[in-house]
């Protein structure tokens, strides 16, 4: 039998936040931040970087090479 890796895309939402003086202020604010590093315990703050929710689903399967 033989043994594939298969790649998927995933969509998946994330959440950070922001102190501003409004909303436009707080998306600026926000679209500047990086991902934060995956741990159970992040390293990042709440308010320093995206924090990711696994709530997505694989889709678009794909094998790079047999």
């Not at 594939?4 to 909303?23: G, I, K, N, P, Q």
């Not at 924090?51 to 399967?61: I, Q």
Request: glycine share 2%; with cysteine; charged share 30%.
């Amino acid at each position: 039998m033989a043994l594939y890796r298969v790649d998927a895309y995933v969509t998946v939402s994330c959440w950070t936040l922001v102190e501003a003086e409004s909303h436009q202020e707080a998306l600026e604010k926000a679209k500047n931040r990086e991902l934060a590093t995956a741990h159970i315990e992040p390293a990042e703050s709440d308010r320093e970087a995206w924090h990711v929710a696994l709530d997505g689903s694989p889709t678009d399967l794909f094998i790079e090479s047999d």
